[in-house]
């Protein structure tokens, strides 16, 4: 027992049990967005995106409307340019004297010069088709292809020959747009516009001035 005493003065006293760490809060950040500054940021940016998204639309609205311009610039220059190849063929000597014929005497055309006017017809109808391609694209209105076409017809269907050359077309053209839209301009042409046509361009002689008396001095 008294060693027991003596062996108790000498042992190192018990550590007390350890407590736990407290909790440490981590400090609040200074710049921490509010869930209401959150909520203004994602409608700002929902705005732009939107403004965006119709800034797009209306550039693209604005190029389609200028590259239909530009198209429909171009095919007009290339419809004026057959008009004029096909005035310009008529003129030539060789080919006005049969146009003529065609329409004074269409009944003595030989069958090359049948072929001749035939051809200037199909190219002519052919103007008026690339007429009726611009207004299935969109690019002009059916009014504007009519009255072209009422501008051009007389000139080169105001004729006999020229009407009976449409008639034995008319059945391969029967159904198309060209028929519901040249057909009844054609039809309602005089048979001899052409003729008075030409004969009104023709300028009648001035009559020689009667000569005036003399003065009496």
């Known amino acids: 027992m008294k060693f027991d005493w ?6 190192k006293p018990a550590a007390p049990p350890e407590s736990p760490p407290a909790a440490v809060s981590p ?61 310009l063929s008529i003129s030539r000597p060789e080919m006005a004297g049969v146009w003529m014929k065609s329409i004074h005497t269409p009944e003595a055309l030989t069958d090359a010069e049948v072929l001749m ?18 207004e299935q694209a969109g690019l002009v209105t059916r009014e504007h292809v009519r009255q072209h076409i009422k501008n051009t017809a007389p000139y080169f269907f105001g004729s006999r020959f020229a009407k009976h050359w449409w008639t034995m077309q008319a059945p391969s053209w029967e159904g198309t747009t060209m028929m519901d839209v040249a057909g009844p301009i054609v039809g309602g042409l005089s048979d001899d516009f052409m003729a008075r046509y030409f004969d009104s361009l023709r300028i009648v002689p001035l009559e ?5 008396p003399e003065e009496s001095p």
């Not at 003596?6 to 042992?11: E, M, T, V």
């Open 6 to 11: 003596l062996a108790s003065r000498f042992r």
């Open 27 to 87: 400090p609040p950040l200074a710049n921490a967005a509010t869930p209401g500054r959150l909520d203004r940021i994602n409608r700002w940016l929902t705005l732009g995106a939107n403004v965006g998204v119709l800034a797009g639309i209306i550039l693209l609205i604005v190029e389609v409307h200028q590259n239909a311009a530009l198209t429909r610039a171009a095919m007009e220059q290339q419809k004026n340019d057959l008009l004029v190849q096909i005035e």
């Open 117 to 134: 006017i035939e051809a200037h017809l199909v190219a002519q109808m052919m103007q008026w088709d690339q007429m009726l391609q611009m």
């Open 208 to 212: 020689p001035a009667a000569p005036q």
